[in-house]
């Protein structure tokens, strides 16, 4: 059974940063896609980016050029460098592991909370 480790969420004033981790057991399978999600209260559950096995990333639109996604293959750990955080980034962010054999896993959620 895979299971899936985050730290890092906090609270934070507007303009700071927060780094999220989430680290996935050892499985004989490879990841292929990590990502994270981000989910607020009365909405849906949303990407917030993502990054390839081959290191191609994705992201929202909303936070394009201050959040950075990298991963650790070696640690199978991926992480999410959040910069110039603003109040409406305030959610409960999850990361998702896809593996080779096509099944995908949610960690248990951290809540980042950015005051104004």
């Known amino acids: 059974q895979v299971q899936l480790v985050e730290s890092g969420g906090g609270l934070v004033q507007a303009g700071g940063s927060l780094r999220l981790s989430c680290a996935a057991s050892?499985?004989?399978?490879?990841?292929?896609?990590m990502g994270w999600y981000r989910q607020a209260p009365g909405k849906q559950r949303g990407l917030v980016a993502s990054?390839?096995?081959?290191?191609?990333?994705n992201y929202a639109y909303s936070v394009k050029g201050r959040f950075t996604i990298s991963r650790d293959n070696a640690k199978n750990t991926v992480y999410l460098q959040m910069n110039s955080l603003k109040p409406e980034d305030t959610a409960v962010y999850y990361c998702?592991?896809?593996?080779?054999?096509?099944?995908?896993?949610w960690g248990q959620g951290t809540q980042v909370t950015v005051s104004s």
């Open positions: 998702n592991v896809q593996y080779s054999f096509g099944t995908s896993f």
């Open positions: 050892k499985s004989a399978f490879s990841i292929s896609t």
């Open positions: 990054i390839s096995s081959g290191g191609t990333t």
